[in-house]
């Protein structure tokens, strides 16, 4: 067993670690959540977080003290804003290996870690800088908590203490208060729905079930309140206000733009989770025993694995309901599905090497593996021949702009496509023939490769039109006393790349209104899309220095 875990140390290492500077963070999440951490390491402020030096009420302070830590330690820079969350994959992999050696044996284990590995979206966002990979994390380990301690409470007869009977269940109440000190109370909505529709499904049965909730929501109150109640205590309620204002705002209203179909995270899960996604399909429902049956069963390993599958199985459609009625529509909103689809995937596979149980899947996995291959695989030719993308943009002159950026593209870059494609003919093929322990292999280390050579090989070409242009000016005004606004458009990138400085004195003297028409008493430097100019132009005492893909940058002189 400690070879697994030294071999799983080692496979996190080479994954989620090498190349996390490697491009500019993207605005608006990752420069957002650093720019916090930046602030509250130049302010010292670790309380409360800020953007922009104002109180930043959408979000709690625990991943940014993450993030603070990993700058303090390290330096301001992308490899550091990343870092939390790479860690948070190596914590991923041997969490997951552990449950599925515990619940089911060995080989579920590596299945397991081996899907996070190699699912494209599992693995992308442990090389990120957004919060969802520990909030998902700390979601999931109270949810657990809550699974094992009702497997003990029926199944364990020997007296015990406090401490040894309730553990689990006061653990999984602070790993849920964690959740929510990272992103805020969805995290106690999501783990509540679950488990009222656990109850629900068995009639409400269940031995002490309403308590148990009741004991586990105060330990999560209790942990979540270390913060929010102090915040409270110390500042009035106007913070704690904002920031519950705010979360209704996301779930009734498409929040800055980010709109979408019902069926948008469905399509999302099942093309961004490849391959795992394919595996699970046929595994998504299906009746399982209750708690109440494992006192009947003759192996308590079987109904536990039973049992695991039921809350599973909840857990996936409870999240993917829930942000599919949500009118803000964002990739990562449903990223706490990895957890069961990468579990009930494994499920799959596992069960077709123990029990030889195959699901008809061969024709989604060839065909969902076969997109991402094709598209990336072709983006070198497309980028050699921009010219032809441009009528499909023709109404929009920004990003008409944006594909006029010096992008150098090289055949060689299309690599991950063709190995995507290749790792997927050739797992069809030996699911098919009925191998599926090397089916697996290949499907998930195709994608593990597909997904890293991707990000380094591709992803640094996609950032060189969408907003390498406006960051290389923001990093070239960084030791420059002088104000940056973006006019027309929402970024963090200027605050973050330009380093501002807290404002001494009047704290609205870099407002809109006194950078554009009064005099903030230094250089002024305005950024503008090339479809939204802003009046700019007229200003008076402002002038354009240059256009570059899309972005149009202004100077004004005030003194």
């Given at each position: 067993?400690?070879?697994?875990?030294?071999l799983?140390f080692?496979?996190?290492?080479?994954?989620?670690?090498?190349?996390?500077?490697?491009?500019h963070?993207?605005?608006?999440?990752?420069?957002?959540?650093?720019?916090?951490?930046?602030?509250?390491?130049?302010?010292?402020?670790?309380?409360?977080?800020?953007?922009?030096?104002e109180?930043?009420?959408?979000?709690?302070?625990l991943?940014?003290w993450?993030?603070?830590?990993?700058?303090?330690?390290?330096?301001?820079?992308?490899?550091?804003?990343?870092l939390?969350?790479?860690?948070?994959g190596?914590?991923?992999?041997?969490?997951?290996?552990?449950?599925?050696?515990?619940?089911?044996?060995?080989?579920f284990?590596w299945?397991?870690?081996?899907?996070?590995?190699g699912?494209?979206?599992?693995?992308?966002?442990?090389?990120?800088g957004?919060?969802?990979p520990?909030?998902?994390?700390f979601?999931?380990?109270?949810?657990y908590?809550?699974i094992?301690?009702?497997?003990?409470?029926?199944?364990?007869?020997t007296?015990?203490?406090?401490?040894?009977k309730?553990?689990?269940?006061?653990?999984?109440?602070?790993?849920l208060?964690?959740?929510?000190?990272?992103?805020?109370?969805?995290?106690?909505?999501?783990?509540?729905l679950?488990?009222?529709?656990?109850?629900a499904?068995?009639?409400?049965?269940?031995?002490?079930?309403?308590?148990?909730?009741?004991?586990?929501?105060?330990?999560?109150?209790?942990?979540?309140?270390l913060?929010?109640?102090?915040?409270?205590?110390?500042?009035?309620?106007?913070?704690?206000?904002?920031?519950?204002?705010y979360?209704?705002?996301?779930?009734?209203?498409?929040?800055?733009?980010?709109?979408?179909?019902?069926?948008?995270?469905?399509?999302?899960?099942?093309?961004?989770?490849?391959?795992?996604?394919?595996?699970?399909?046929?595994?998504?429902?299906?009746?399982?025993?209750?708690?109440?049956e494992?006192?009947?069963?003759?192996t308590l390993?079987?109904?536990?694995?039973?049992?695991?599958?039921?809350?599973?199985?909840?857990?996936?459609?409870?999240?993917?309901?829930l942000?599919?009625?949500?009118?803000?529509?964002?990739?990562?909103?449903?990223?706490?599905c990895?957890f069961?689809?990468?579990?009930?995937g494994a499920?799959?596979?596992?069960?077709?090497?123990?029990?030889?149980?195959?699901?008809?899947?061969?024709?989604?996995?060839?065909?969902l593996?076969?997109?991402?291959?094709?598209?990336?695989?072709?983006?070198?030719?497309?980028?050699?021949?921009?010219?032809?993308?441009k009528?499909?943009?023709?109404?929009?002159?920004?990003?008409l702009?944006?594909?006029?950026?010096d992008?150098?593209?090289?055949?060689?870059?299309?690599?991950?496509?063709?190995?995507?494609?290749?790792?997927?003919?050739?797992?069809?093929?030996?699911w098919?023939?009925?191998?599926?322990?090397?089916s697996?292999?290949?499907?998930f280390?195709?994608?593990?490769?597909?997904t890293?050579m991707?990000?380094?090989?591709?992803?640094?070409?996609?950032?060189?039109?969408?907003?390498?242009?406006a960051?290389?000016?923001?990093?070239s005004?960084?030791?420059?006393?002088?104000?940056?606004?973006?006019?027309?458009?929402?970024?963090?990138?200027?605050?973050?790349?330009?380093?501002?400085?807290?404002?001494?004195?009047?704290?609205?003297?870099?407002?809109?209104?006194?950078?554009?028409?009064?005099?903030?008493?230094?250089?002024?430097?305005?950024?503008?899309?090339?479809?939204?100019?802003e009046?700019?132009?007229?200003?008076?005492?402002?002038?354009?220095?240059?256009?570059?893909?899309?972005?149009?940058?202004?100077?004004r002189?005030?003194?």
């Amino acid at each position: 067993m400690r070879r697994d875990y030294i071999l799983l140390f080692g496979l996190g290492l080479l994954l989620f670690f090498p190349f996390l500077g490697a491009v500019h963070l993207f605005d608006w999440d990752e420069i957002n959540f650093a720019e916090c951490s930046r602030e509250m390491l130049l302010t010292g402020d670790w309380f409360r977080p800020q953007i922009d030096f104002e109180p930043f009420w959408e979000k709690p302070p625990l991943f940014i003290w993450m993030q603070a830590l990993s700058m303090k330690l390290f330096g301001i820079n992308e490899w550091s804003a990343r870092l939390p969350n790479a860690l948070c994959g190596l914590a991923t992999l041997f969490l997951t290996f552990r449950l599925g050696t515990r619940l089911h044996d060995r080989l579920f284990g590596w299945l397991w870690a081996l899907a996070w590995m190699g699912s494209i979206l599992p693995h992308l966002y442990f090389k990120s800088g957004i919060i969802d990979p520990w909030f998902n994390f700390f979601i999931f380990c109270g949810l657990y908590g809550f699974i094992e301690f009702r497997w003990q409470f029926f199944c364990v007869k020997t007296p015990r203490s406090f401490w040894a009977k309730y553990k689990y269940l006061l653990l999984g109440g602070v790993m849920l208060g964690l959740g929510i000190l990272t992103k805020g109370p969805t995290a106690y909505l999501i783990v509540m729905l679950v488990l009222v529709i656990y109850w629900a499904r068995y009639r409400f049965k269940g031995r002490g079930y309403l308590k148990h909730m009741v004991i586990f929501s105060v330990a999560a109150s209790a942990a979540a309140l270390l913060w929010f109640g102090m915040e409270v205590a110390l500042h009035g309620p106007w913070f704690v206000r904002e920031f519950i204002t705010y979360q209704i705002r996301l779930f009734t209203t498409q929040d800055a733009g980010h709109g979408g179909f019902f069926g948008y995270h469905a399509v999302v899960l099942l093309l961004g989770c490849f391959p795992v996604s394919i595996f699970a399909l046929s595994n998504l429902w299906g009746d399982r025993q209750s708690q109440d049956e494992m006192l009947e069963s003759d192996t308590l390993a079987s109904c536990e694995r039973s049992d695991f599958a039921t809350w599973m199985q909840i857990l996936f459609w409870v999240v993917l309901i829930l942000f599919s009625i949500v009118q803000t529509k964002i990739v990562h909103y449903s990223s706490l599905c990895y957890f069961p689809l990468t579990y009930l995937g494994a499920a799959t596979i596992w069960r077709a090497i123990r029990w030889d149980i195959y699901p008809k899947i061969t024709g989604f996995l060839l065909i969902l593996g076969l997109i991402p291959g094709i598209a990336v695989a072709a983006l070198p030719y497309l980028g050699q021949h921009i010219d032809s993308l441009k009528p499909f943009f023709a109404n929009d002159a920004f990003a008409l702009a944006n594909l006029d950026a010096d992008v150098v593209w090289k055949y060689w870059q299309g690599l991950p496509g063709v190995l995507l494609i290749a790792a997927t003919l050739a797992a069809t093929y030996f699911w098919w023939k009925r191998q599926a322990w090397l089916s697996a292999q290949i499907a998930f280390v195709g994608g593990a490769a597909f997904t890293s050579m991707t990000l380094l090989l591709i992803v640094c070409n996609i950032e060189g039109y969408s907003q390498r242009a406006a960051i290389e000016f923001y990093e070239s005004k960084s030791e420059e006393d002088c104000f940056i606004k973006p006019m027309g458009f929402k970024s963090f990138a200027h605050l973050y790349y330009a380093g501002k400085r807290p404002v001494i004195g009047d704290t609205h003297i870099d407002d809109a209104d006194m950078l554009t028409r009064g005099n903030p008493g230094k250089k002024v430097y305005f950024v503008a899309k090339v479809n939204r100019l802003e009046g700019l132009p007229e200003l008076p005492g402002c002038h354009e220095l240059y256009r570059k893909n899309g972005f149009v940058f202004f100077e004004r002189e005030t003194r």
